[in-house]
T-cell receptor
Framework: AQKITQTQPGMFVQEKEAVTLDCTYD???????LFWYKQPSSGEMIFLIY??????QNATEGRYSLNFQKARKSANLVISASQLGDSAMYFCAMRDGANNLFFGTGTRLTVIP | EAGVTQSPTHLIKTRGQQATLRCSPI?????VYWYQQALGLGLQFLLWYDEGEERNRGNFPPRFSGRQFPNYSSELNVNALELEDSALYLC?????????????FGSGTQLSVL
């Protein structure tokens, strides 16, 4: 069964606008971590933001925030004030209690000037 | 502080040959992970090494193997290369195994099998 689902293969956003990238996950573990990574064309995976399953507050890191809805098993990434440099692939990932890290298939974000 | 480094950046091989990919984790990190990213696909987990031992492997055939050295650097070996092995191979390291430990990734090795 797929552990991480990203249903948006591609997204477009106007520069300076906000965009939400969707992610749903599947686990029966009580303790798990959710991550978002950015992969520019250079190939390197860049860590953006982390949300723990027990965290009650949504995580924020600068222009990135994670909209965590535990009951719905969703962990959407919100990017505010999009910049041209935000154009990249974005991957949602979940680390379960057995140290398995599952990645979604990614969303390609294109920021339009 | 140096990040995760991988070599070579690009590797071109022919079918049936063997490929060796190398990874140096961030200083102090004992866990090394290998992932395969085929074109247009997400990351598929290959192998996890910690303290010199193989801890887990993904759903890949035995011709994908590796090892971790006493200095925690790691090698990924792919024997009897097939065309579908062409992919970006990413190495990552982490400080521990807790679910809140993030993985730090290298820039990858682009393997092309002709």
């Amino acid at each position: 069964a797929q552990k991480i689902t990203q249903t948006q293969p591609g997204m477009f956003v106007q520069e300076k606008e906000a965009v939400t990238l969707d992610c749903t996950y599947d686990t029966s573990d009580q303790s798990y971590g959710l991550f978002w990574y950015k992969q520019p064309s250079s190939g390197e995976m860049i860590f953006l933001i982390y949300q723990g399953s027990y965290d009650e507050q949504n995580a924020t890191e600068g222009r990135y925030s994670l909209n965590f809805q535990k009951a719905r098993k969703s962990a959407n990434l919100v990017i505010s004030a999009s910049q041209l440099g935000d154009s990249a692939m974005y991957f949602c990932a979940m680390r379960d209690g057995a140290n398995n890290l599952f990645f979604g298939t990614g969303t390609r974000l294109t920021v339009i000037p | 502080e140096a990040g995760v480094t991988q070599s070579p950046t690009h590797l071109i091989k022919t079918r049936g040959q063997q490929a060796t990919l190398r990874c140096s984790p961030i200083s102090g990190h004992t866990s090394v992970y290998w992932y395969q990213q085929a074109l247009g696909l997400g990351l598929q987990f290959l192998l996890w090494y910690d303290e010199g031992e193989e801890r887990n492997r993904g759903n890949f055939p035995p011709r994908f193997s590796g090892r971790q050295f006493p200095n925690y650097s790691s090698e990924l070996n792919v024997n009897a290369l097939e065309l579908e092995d062409s992919a970006l191979y990413l190495c990552a390291s982490s400080l521990g195994e807790a679910s809140n430990e993030k993985l730090f990734f290298g820039s990858g090795t682009q393997l092309s099998v002709l």
